[in-house]
C-alpha cells in the first residue's frame, strides 16, 4: 500500500514536470523498484495510457540497466498503441521499430515488430482510396517474417498478408473498372494485367477476367476477349458473370467471322 502511494507521489510529480519543461524535478523513489513503477503503469495502461507512459518513462530513466528499463520501452510503444489515433499509431510505429533495432535478440523484438506492421494496417484506407500504408504494411510483415521465422506473430502476419494483398488487388481492380467506363481502354487493360500478374488468389478474379474481355471486345481485339469470356465460363461456372460472359464469347466469334459488329450486346451488368 506504501509503494502505491509513493509510486502515485512519483506519478503527480512528473505530470508536474510535463506542466513545467523549463524545470527538472529529480525524484528520488526510497524504497521503490523498477518492478514497483513497472507494474503501477501496467494498471494505468486500460483508463489512461499517458499516464502508464509517464510511468514507464521514468524506469527507463531511474533504472537504466534493469530489464524493466527494455520492458518499459516496450510500454511506451503500447501506450501510443492503445492510444488508436493516427499521429498515435505513428508514435507507437516508430517506438516497436526503436525496440527491434535496440534489441534485435530480445524475446519481445517479434512482437514488436509485428506491431510495427499492425500500426500501419490500422491506417489503411477501403479500396479505390489511397494505399500507400497498406503497400508498408504488406512489405513490412513480409520482412517481419523473414526476421523472425516461426514465431507466434509471424504466423499472424501471414493472415495480415492475405488482407494487404486483397485491399491492393481490389484497389487495381476498381482502377481498372473506372478506366474501362472513362473510356481509357488501354489504362484498363494495364489494372488488369497487374492484378493477374501481381494477385493471382485474388477472390473476384472472375470479375478481373471480365472486364478485361469486355475492354478488347471493344477495342476489337475479338480473340482476346473471347480468350477472357472462356476463362470466366470455364473457371467460374457458378460466377454470376458466367452467363453474361457466354453472351459476350459468342458475339465476339460473330465478330471475328465478319470483323464488323454494329453494337455490343448489352450485359445488364451495373458494376
Known amino acids: 500500500m506504501k509503494k502505491s502511494i ?3 507521489m512519483v506519478l503527480t510529480l512528473l505530470v508536474i514536470s510535463g506542466c513545467k519543461p523549463k524545470k527538472e524535478v529529480t525524484v528520488t523513489p526510497v524504497g521503490i523498484t523498477a518492478k514497483d513503477i513497472y507494474e503501477q503503469a501496467k494498471k494505468f495502461m486500460k483508463r489512461s495510457p499517458e499516464k502508464a507512459r509517464l510511468l514507464f518513462k521514468e524506469v527507463m530513466q531511474l533504472y537504466p540497466s534493469s530489464v524493466y ?13 492503445k492510444e488508436r489515433g493516427s499521429s498515435s499509431l505513428v508514435m507507437a510505429a516508430a517506438e516497436y521499430q526503436d525496440y527491434v533495432n ?3 535478440q530480445s524475446p519481445d523484438a517479434s512482437y514488436a ?3 510495427v ?5 490500422r491506417q489503411t484506407k477501403k479500396p479505390g482510396r489511397d494505399q500507400s500504408s497498406t503497400g508498408i504494411a504488406l512489405k513490412h510483415f513480409e520482412n517481419m517474417i523473414k526476421q523472425f521465422p516461426g514465431t507466434k506473430e509471424a504466423a499472424e502476419a501471414k493472415k495480415h498478408i492475405t488482407k494487404c494483398r486483397h485491399n491492393l488487388a481490389s484497389h487495381t481492380y476498381k482502377i481498372g473498372v473506372a478506366n474501362f467506363r472513362m473510356k481509357a481502354f488501354p489504362g484498363a487493360i494495364t489494372r ?12 473476384a478474379m472472375d470479375k478481373n477476367f471480365y472486364y ?3 475492354t478488347y471486345f471493344i477495342m476489337d ?9 472462356q476463362r470466366v465460363m470455364n473457371n467460374y461456372p457458378k460466377s454470376k458473370l458466367a452467363k453474361k460472359a457466354q453472351k459476350m464469347a459468342r458475339a465476339a466469334e460473330k465478330a471475328k467471322k465478319t470483323k464488323k459488329i454494329k453494337r455490343i450486346p448489352p450485359s445488364g451488368d451495373k458494376k
Not at 528499463?69 to 498503441?81: H, M, N, Q, V
Not at 506492421?117 to 494496417?121: A, S, T
Request: proline letters at 4%; glycine letters at 8%; one cysteine or more.
Open 6 to 8: 509513493l509510486i502515485i
Open 117 to 121: 506492421g499492425v500500426c500501419y494496417l
Open 221 to 229: 481485339d475479338y480473340d482476346l476477349a473471347l480468350s477472357f469470356f
Open 212 to 214: 478485361a474481355g469486355r
Open 113 to 115: 515488430s509485428y506491431r
Open 102 to 104: 535496440l534489441y534485435p
Open 192 to 203: 488488369f494485367k497487374e492484378v493477374m500478374d501481381k494477385y493471382p488468389e485474388f477472390t
Open 69 to 81: 528499463a527494455r520492458l518499459g520501452k516496450i510500454g511506451i510503444a503500447d501506450s501510443f498503441f
